[in-house]
């Protein structure tokens, strides 16, 4: 089925723009198309009943197969967008009014996995003036962070930008008093406030230290559904197709990305100039990035974190002789994309794997950890902690971050939040 804009949401998108942030009660999960969720019910299911899987090695297989140049996903990947969601956040700063008694003077913005949010927050601060304190490490956080309370009682008519709270506390029996006290100060002192925060620590400390009776009003990015993809995606391409480059789907040979019209804002609405298109018609396009929007829970950062791996694997022998005869109009080279059903994306070992589910949330509530904080955190010895590292990193859904530490990658966001609240794990809004 064809894909197209109505108007009325083409002049929402052109109005607010892709980074709007909306309050979290307002967040919506764009939906699974129906025979998408008929399939996954099926195959978990399967996978419970077998009780093996191999989909986490052929995820890793996969990875490395048919990988695009470096300098064509420059033209093909969304960049940086800190920049507008800094913007939004700025715009939205100066609407919000104290969220009620008890609260501090100011708001909170759930983040998720490379959303740009905290850097957001940094740099807004910086154009601001206003100070961002450093995380804290576990020795300061377990001791209670006497300096740095005592540091948030100068200036206090100067607001405090706080880019990841879950890094002020931690889940130990001498893990939240720092945060406590932190709370209490912002709302004796009435300091302005401005805080991110990840969504599975967001859960835990609401249910825990009722933050969310402190820190409100509460907003995320609205979703990203498949027209916003469509129009993120489309813009960030525009040095390919320039380059004469055409993305199909090897099965149909269908587009699945709608080139930026020349004319205009570059949204996506309107008409496309890519070939075998009628000036004025509908461009068809696939559902691919419907399933990607549904998939990455309307999360941007884990949505192109799948587009990128979805476009590493395209073997001319799995392009069938129909989509190449469509492609036959194209200017340039296609780009080959795997229907939907045929990506094979990182996923858990199926059956129960306490160990690794533990370390998994408390990664999660962490946002990042390293192997000694994990330790001092969880039941387990540091053999089955390296043990299991080692399991999710092979299965592609912790990564080392920048600092040495571990995190959940963004594209195993998914397999892992699906893992988690099906053994009941207390979970995050996205």
């Not at 913005?109 to 804290?136: N, Q, T």
């Not at 402190?214 to 380059?243: C, H, I, S, T």
């Not at 022998?317 to 045929?342: F, H, L, N, S």
Request: one cysteine or more; proline letters at 5%.
């Amino acid at each position: 089925m064809a894909e197209r804009m109505d108007s009325s949401t083409c002049a929402e998108v052109e109005r607010n723009g892709l980074w709007t942030l909306v309050r979290l009660e307002e967040f919506r999960q764009p939906a699974r198309p129906a025979a998408e969720a008929v399939r996954r019910g099926l195959l978990g299911l399967w996978d419970r009943l077998r009780g093996s899987s191999n989909t986490a090695a052929e995820a890793v297989a996969e990875k490395d197969l048919c990988v695009l140049p470096e300098d064509l996903l420059k033209d093909v990947l969304p960049g940086d967008h800190f920049r507008e969601v800094a913007a939004e956040l700025r715009r939205l700063q100066g609407t919000v009014s104290n969220g009620g008694a008890g609260a501090v003077n100011g708001f909170a913005v759930l983040r998720a996995p490379g959303d740009g949010i905290a850097s957001a927050i940094r740099a807004m601060a910086e154009e601001e003036g206003w100070p961002v304190p450093p995380p804290l490490k576990a020795e300061e956080i377990l001791a209670g962070g006497e300096a740095f309370l005592e540091s948030l009682l100068l200036n206090v008519d100067v607001p405090l930008a706080i880019p990841e709270l879950e890094s002020f506390y931690l889940r130990h029996h001498l893990g939240f008093g720092f945060l406590r006290r932190l709370l209490e100060t912002l709302v004796v002192t009435g300091r302005r406030c401005l805080v991110g925060c990840n969504s599975w620590a967001w859960a835990f400390l609401s249910r825990s230290l009722g933050i969310d009776r402190v820190l409100k009003p509460v907003y995320a990015l609205e979703a990203f559904d498949g027209e916003r993809l469509q129009r993120w995606f489309g813009e960030a391409a525009v040095g390919a197709f320039q380059r004469g480059f055409s993305f199909r789907q090897a099965d149909s040979g269908r587009y699945v990305l709608r080139a930026a019209p020349e004319i205009g804002s570059g949204s996506g609405c309107g008409d496309s100039e890519q070939e075998g298109e009628k000036q004025g018609a509908p461009v068809d396009v696939t559902d691919f990035l419907r399933h990607v929007a549904a998939y990455s829970r309307g999360l941007p950062g884990v949505a192109v974190a799948i587009w990128r791996f979805s476009l590493r694997f395209a073997y001319e022998a799995e392009v069938e002789e129909k989509a190449q005869k469509a492609a036959a109009v194209d200017r340039g080279a296609t780009i080959w994309v795997k229907p939907w059903p045929r990506v094979t994306l990182p996923s858990l070992p199926a059956g129960r794997q306490v160990p690794l589910h533990l370390i998994l949330h408390a990664l999660l509530l962490h946002g990042r950890l390293d192997g000694r904080i994990l330790q001092k955190i969880l039941p387990l010895s540091g053999t089955d902690i390296i043990a299991g590292l080692a399991t999710l990193v092979g299965c592609g859904v912790v990564e080392a971050a920048p600092d040495g530490s571990w995190q959940v990658s963004a594209l195993g966001y998914p397999a892992v939040d699906d893992a988690l609240r099906g053994e009941g794990y207390l979970a995050g809004a996205f």
